[in-house]
């Protein structure tokens, strides 16, 4: 019976190649939403709640996406590619749309409902072009090179979040600090032209990978399923799971998404309150209208930056652990450390510290859950579903972090925005514990 065979490092490689692109939206996206929505007039006791959007679009889009994939095969376009096209120049529109949004002479009201609005289509055609690529990984990797395919995606990730990261900051050395200037209520240039050339290497990243990647067909993948729960089932082969390995699988799935809901939520507080935190503490200003807000918001993207090196650096030695759980909870412990550190520190350049340190905890979690949970869903005919669904333990608890953000800061934290990093610290401790209740052993009949 014919398995997956192992691939060759171009071919991994070219399997996540675009996410590379993906993940300069998602970054620009991630680090100047707050900054975007306070320039256009947001109170910051609000902030939070223009983060419901994107979780929540990308827990209704992704299992769709998973749903729907597992079904589709469109010849030499496979199963999996014609979602990460039609995502990816759904966001390119997009990108060019929303920076944009007090640049049309509309109300503050207006420029708020139309930066929603853009930013509703753009969580939801980067979530679109992002499933896919953790789907081919369960679909064309085996077992024993998934742990090497998600690294491979990781280190992609961080690469593709690096380079949207600094875009304002380098935009604005390289031409000027005009650029980072604008009038009250419109988006500076800085950010708008980040947006821009984002876009352009978003869909270039994305045609390189639809033009290098040829997916499995059905029957080859029918062959692969039967062979993988052969294994599980004895000389029996069957193209699905057994009623015990999907037993395990969901348990599998329950338990990491338990640790994914406090990761999740510290992230999102982190991206939320992190450019009012140091416009604050290092900058002295909370007036979004300020130079020195601006200088802080692309700042923003400098320490994210640090972040996604501490990630690419922590990537490489995580493998190096015997013991999964162990390496997961410990990167936890070390980012909720960073978390901690930030209201604390008010020079500038003292912040590498704290967000290095938080790349950590960001290393594990972009590796090792679906790491976990592709092997635990090895020889399912619906692996697209099951990451679809496995998306809801990412978005869940960014929705409920965002709904409860703005209560939180104002009759918990004194409406100082670092104490709600120190809460994100706290949380991260909390999943740190979590992870030793995953059972992460093979599959058993």
Known sequence: MKTKPDLKFNQLWNISFGFFGVQIAYALQSANISRIFATLGADPHNLSYFWILPPLMGMVVQPLVGYFSDK?????????????????????????????????????????????????????????????FKMMVGDMVNEKQKAKAYSIQSFLCNAGSLVGYVFPFLFTALLGKAINEAPEGVVPMSVKLSFYVGAAILILCVIYTISHVKEYTPEQMAEFNAAANAEGQGEQASTEMSPAQKKHAYKVFFEVGLVQFFCWAAFMYMWTYTNGTIADTVWNSTDPASAGYQEAGNWVGILFA????????????????????????????????????????????????????????????????????????????????????????????????????????????????????????????????????????????
Request: glycine share 10%.
């Open 72 to 132: 589709t095969w469109m010849g030499r376009w496979g199963r999996r590619i014609p979602y990460l096209l039609i995502g990816a120049l759904a966001a390119v529109i997009v990108m060019c749309l929303l920076p944009n949004a007090g640049s049309f002479g509309l109300t503050i009201a207006g420029a708020m409902i139309f930066g929603l609005i853009a930013l509703m289509f753009l969580d939801t055609s980067i979530n679109m072009a992002m499933q896919p």
């Open 306 to 445: 640090v972040q996604a090196i501490g990630s690419v650096i922590w990537a490489m030695a995580l493998p190096q652990f015997k013991n999964i759980k162990v390496a997961y909870a410990l990167s936890l412990v070390i980012g909720g450390i960073g978390f901690a550190m930030v209201p604390y520190i008010h020079n500038q350049y003292m912040l590498f510290v704290p967000y290095f340190l938080i790349g950590f905890a960001w290393a594990a979690m972009l590796a090792m859950p679906f790491t976990l949970v592709t092997n635990a869903f090895e020889g399912s005919s619906r692996m697209g579903t099951a990451l679809g669904l496995f998306n809801c333990t990412i978005c869940v608890p960014q929705i409920v972090a965002a709904a409860l953000g703005g209560v939180l800061l104002k009759y918990v934290m004194d409406s100082v925005q670092g104490n709600m990093l120190l809460l994100a610290g706290i949380l991260l401790v909390v999943g740190a514990a979590c992870v030793f209740i995953i059972e992460d052993k093979k599959r058993k009949e």
